[in-house]
């Protein structure tokens, strides 16, 4: 059950809303690249401009260094949200300070403002109090709804909510009602599929899904650090050895939960003309590199997906950026997409092979925050929903 206050249990007509939304989208030649998020953001923007609020939107996107930067400007979604809704959209080149308060001032009920880029300012990352007070001050409520930034405490996602009511978008909401419940209510059996790069970055959540799901299904260049605990040597591949002690101690207590790859994909070079072959999991020859599953592999985890009831997915199968390595990965997108399951996806790389199969209506939750699921997934609080109202 979601127990915080949504926009649904708020009355906005006629009060100025300040709205954390996730705009953090791909900017390519100054023009959006993927919409994704913003689409993510527009029943909260939609519902609340309805009810006859003026909205003040805030947001970060991308990593500028050392304050305003054009090339992380939200300039270019503020002029690509004007053409998605119906209300008047305008755009103020500062979060805060002086020319953010004028603009606030003029803007009239059913208007939307979005604000620059909050990481323009040092004050966002560390929550300082200072400037989630000035960005209090604009509105007479906050609504939290960039689930993909809910792992951060930062002014415009925790720091506001200290100084006005606090209460979750839509989206927020769904998002942690579709995780929720796959972690705490899973429909059985729970299969969890993680891949990606790196298996420092998912060891707590291996930990914890190993507590929660049926079967544990592991690929990708994550999996090679596995093998070498299992003292096969990788030779090129991809591996962690700071981790292996936790690799080895994982792989016992997952037991048969915790499934590895059996056969893998190997290239002698880190390049789609590379010459490939396949093998059993064993060592791997001088010169070669894993960069996929094999097709027994993808043969095993496919049945153990067919007969899941909740999927949960994180990370590519293997390099999937290269067509000849994305076969393990794609294959595993149709299996999900096929599997009849509650399937979640989580993370920029497992959605991205979702929509270029072609198969994203046949999933039932994609999320928009990679960091933010997998916080979830290892069982965190998120400090942007610890810090709304509860209901
Ligand atoms: P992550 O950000 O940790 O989810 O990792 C995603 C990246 O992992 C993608 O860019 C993949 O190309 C990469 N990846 C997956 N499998 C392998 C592999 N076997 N060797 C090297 N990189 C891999």
């Known amino acids: 059950m979601f127990n915080k206050k949504t926009i649904h249990d708020i009355a906005v007509k006629d009060k100025r809303v300040l709205v954390r939304v996730d705009f953090n989208v791909p900017i390519k030649d100054g023009k959006v690249a993927d919409d994704t998020r913003i689409q993510a953001a527009l029943p ?9 609020a003026s909205l003040i939107l805030c947001s970060h996107l991308g990593r500028p260094k050392d304050g305003p930067d054009p090339a992380f400007s939200l300039k270019p979604v503020a002029d690509y949200l004007g053409d998605l809704v119906d209300s008047k959209v305008s755009f103020v080149e500062d979060c805060i300070g002086p020319k953010a308060k004028e603009a606030v001032d003029i803007l009239k009920p059913k208007e939307i403002l979005v604000l620059e880029n909050t990481r323009f300012h040092s004050g966002e990352k560390k929550n300082d109090p200072e400037m989630a007070k000035e960005l209090a001050s604009y509105a007479d409520v906050f609504v939290n709804d960039a689930f993909g930034s809910a792992h951060r405490a930062h002014a415009s996602t925790v720091g506001v909510a ?31 599929i993680l891949g990606g790069a790196k298996v420092s970055d998912k060891i707590n959540v291996i930990k ?13 260049g994550m999996a090679n650090t596995f093998f070498k605990a299992q003292g096969y040597p990788v030779a090129d591949s991809l591996v962690e050895d700071e981790v292996l002690e936790i690799a080895k101690e994982l ?11 059996v056969d893998v994909v190997i290239a002698d070079g880190f390049s789609d003309d590379a010459s490939k072959k396949v093998m059993w999991v064993g060592p791997v020859p001088e010169g070669w590199r894993i960069l996929d599953i094999g097709p027994e592999t993808i043969e095993n985890f496919c049945k153990v997906i067919s007969s899941a ?34 399937s979640i996806i989580g993370g920029g790389d497992s959605a991205s092979a979702i929509n270029k199969s072609g198969l994203a209506d ?12 997998l916080e979830m997934l290892e069982g965190i609080q998120l400090p942007g929903l610890v810090a709304l109202q509860d209901k």
Do not use: C
């Open 44 to 52: 909260t923007i939609k519902y609340l401009v309805g009810e006859g």
């Open 162 to 192: 200290e100084y006005i009511p606090a209460v979750a978008g839509l989206l927020l909401e769904k998002e942690i009602e579709y995780l929720d419940q796959a972690i705490e209510k899973p429909k059985k059996p729970f299969v969890a």
């Open 208 to 220: 914890n899904l190993l507590t929660k799901a049926d079967t544990v299904l592991i690929g990708g």
């Open 251 to 261: 792989v016992e207590a997952g037991g048969l939960k915790l499934r590895l790859p």
């Open 309 to 342: 009831g909740t999927v949960v997915w994180n990370g590519p199968m293997g390099v999937f950026e290269m067509p000849n390595f994305a076969v393990g990965t794609f294959a595993i997108a149709k299996a999900v997409a096929d599997s009849g399951a509650i």
């Open 362 to 373: 046949k999933i039932s939750h994609i999320s928009t925050g990679g960091g933010a699921s």
